[in-house]
């Protein structure tokens, strides 16, 4: 996601989402993101929450660069690239990016980088702890996590 701040040029987000609780993990905003920066954030959320099957993403340098797929590839981790101009087929971001910029960002004026980072963690947090979410019988996807960690190990995917 790109959005504009009021006195500086674009950012962009970086988001990641559990597409079975529905819970993001991740939401960061920034000028850009490279490929060390997406492996520093996804190596801090395997080592929290268990390397995945597989990572659904769009095509963006920052994915497809190849010391990322190297990477991912030692994890046993399989990329899911979408098609370019096929949002549908990573739905679940979509989804999420639309509430985010529906209740967030075309809601706020954002003055610098660092201020839409802090507005967005704080979103985030409402957003798994508190938000309800209907693909989840009316629940925050955080109440989700703490019930299927209780009844079997969570799988992640990204």
């Not at 990477?71 to 989804?95: D, Q």
């Not at 910029?101 to 963690?121: G, N, P």
Request: proline share 6%; charged share 30%; hydrophobic share 35%.
């Amino acid at each position: 996601m790109q959005d504009p701040t009021q006195v500086e040029k674009a950012y962009r987000n970086f988001n990641i989402l559990d597409e079975y609780t529905r819970e993001c993990l991740l939401a960061k905003a920034a000028r850009r993101f490279s490929h060390e920066e997406v492996m520093a954030y996804l190596t801090g959320l395997f080592c929290e929450r268990g390397v995945p099957v597989h990572i659904r993403s769009d095509n963006g340098s920052e994915f497809v660069a190849r010391r990322l797929r190297d990477w991912l590839g030692r994890l046993a981790v399989k990329p899911l690239f979408i098609e370019p101009g096929s949002p549908w087929e990573n739905g679940y971001i979509e989804s999420f990016n639309g509430k985010m910029r529906d209740e967030l960002l075309d809601r706020e004026i954002f003055y610098s980088v660092k201020e839409a980072e802090i507005l967005i963690e704080q979103w985030r947090i409402e957003y798994n702890t508190i938000r309800p979410h209907s693909a989840l019988g009316y629940r925050p996807p955080a109440s989700k996590v703490v019930i299927e960690q209780s009844v079997q190990p969570l799988r992640l995917t990204l």
